[in-house]
């Protein structure tokens, strides 16, 4: 089993950061990828951003595209979302997802983003931004 846990959220004003933090532990070896999803009351869960855990791999939805970067930090076990330029529509829980299934031209990034076929999922981590 893996359990995540996500951090960093919070409120801010449109135009600013946030970065969002995902801590993995138990048997982390079997992680191939780990993605941001973010969900609103009424609205359908969206992938935000995936990465492969080895070769750095990453794919993101068109609509954080330029403003989000994911990465990770594999000593640390953990996957960063730097959240740039934020706007009022990226309100939402953000969740941490991660699978043993890598990312492969059979199955890319953009695909399990759609997909969300992921074994593992964190709490969430609320992010507020007000215009």
């Known amino acids: 089993q893996v359990q995540l846990v996500e951090s960093g959220g919070g409120s801010v004003q449109a135009g600013g950061s946030l970065r969002l933090s995902c801590k993995a532990s138990g048997l982390t070896g079997n992680v191939r990828c780990v993605a941001w999803f973010r969900q609103t009351p009424g609205k359908e869960r969206e992938g935000v951003a995936v990465?492969?855990?080895?070769?750095?791999?990453?794919s993101y939805a068109d609509s954080v595209k330029g403003r989000f970067t994911i990465s990770q930090d594999i000593p640390k076990a953990t996957v960063y979302l730097e959240m740039n330029s934020l706007k009022p529509e990226d309100t939402a829980m953000y969740y941490c997802a991660a699978d043993p299934v890598p990312l492969s031209t059979v199955v890319p990034g953009m695909e399990k983003l759609k997909t969300a076929t992921f074994d593992y999922w964190g709490q969430g981590t609320q992010v507020t931004v007000s215009s």
């Open positions: 990465i492969s855990t080895y070769g750095d791999g990453t």
